[in-house]
């Protein structure tokens, strides 16, 4: 199979598994992930697992990928806030559905080294920060949209803060050795949250500050 057979396979295997939404598997086929994936493991960039990357992070598994982005409801008029940038490729899938992302990463490294591939790959419409994501952006809120791909243990104030009322936001809830619920929640216009428990996942936890800092 050549690349993009590989690619089609992929996404058609994303939509055997529940993804529905036309768009979502379109931004799938258009993002190469075979680029967000260190050297070493391009030949697993399109099979349904996560993988390590640098920092000693991960590059999460395609079908969460997937049913977060289908859960976030993202059009393209939004301003949507990612949590957690790792690799970048969550940040693509996203660029593709919305107006702008902006995306913020605590491991300088990362940050740099996906910046630099977003760029690369002419992802023009996407803002790397490199800063603790649990302070949220707000020289850039409210955002539409905020999506956080590290496990934090309960739902952070200061994001929910940034959000539009009507606004949603996915995340994945609990510590890091017990099972995580991915939650969507709902902003109400009067500023209440709803929110539903999706599914059971497993992220690398939310950790606070910069490395490096004091
Ligand atoms: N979305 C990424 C995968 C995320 S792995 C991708 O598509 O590749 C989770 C990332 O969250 C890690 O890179 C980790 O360093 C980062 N992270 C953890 N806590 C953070 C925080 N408080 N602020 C910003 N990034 C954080």
Avoid: W
Avoid at 33 to 56: K, N, W, Y
Avoid at 58 to 76: D, F, G, K, N, R
Avoid at 94 to 111: G, M, N, Q, W, Y
């Amino acid at each position: 199979m050549n690349r993009e057979q590989e690619r089609a396979e992929f996404v058609r295997d994303l939509k055997r598994r529940g993804i529905k939404d036309e768009k979502v598997l379109d931004a799938f086929a258009h993002v190469p992930r075979e680029e967000f994936v260190e050297p070493l493991q391009e030949p697993l960039a399109f099979s349904d697992q996560a993988l390590p990357i640098a920092c000693g992070q991960t590059i999460s598994q395609p079908y969460v990928v997937a049913a977060m982005t289908e859960a976030l409801e993202v059009s393209p008029e939004h301003k949507v806030l990612e949590i957690g940038t790792g690799s970048g490729y969550q940040a693509a899938i996203l660029a593709v559905l919305a107006r702008e992302v902006f995306t913020i990463e605590r491991h300088r490294d990362l940050a740099e080294s996906a910046r630099a591939r977003l760029r690369r790959l002419g992802f023009g419409n996407v803002t790397v920060i490199h800063a603790d994501g649990m302070e949220g952006a707000g020289d850039y809120a409210l955002f539409d949209r905020i999506m956080v791909t590290a496990a934090a243990i309960e739902i952070p104030d200061t994001l929910t803060a940034q959000l539009v009322p009507g606004g949603i936001m996915v995340l994945p809830v609990g510590g890091p050795n017990e099972v995580q619920s991915l939650i969507r929640v709902r902003k109400r216009a009067g500023g209440g949250l709803d929110r539903e428990d999706l599914m059971a996942v497993r992220f690398v936890p939310l950790l606070p500050g910069v490395p490096g800092r004091s």
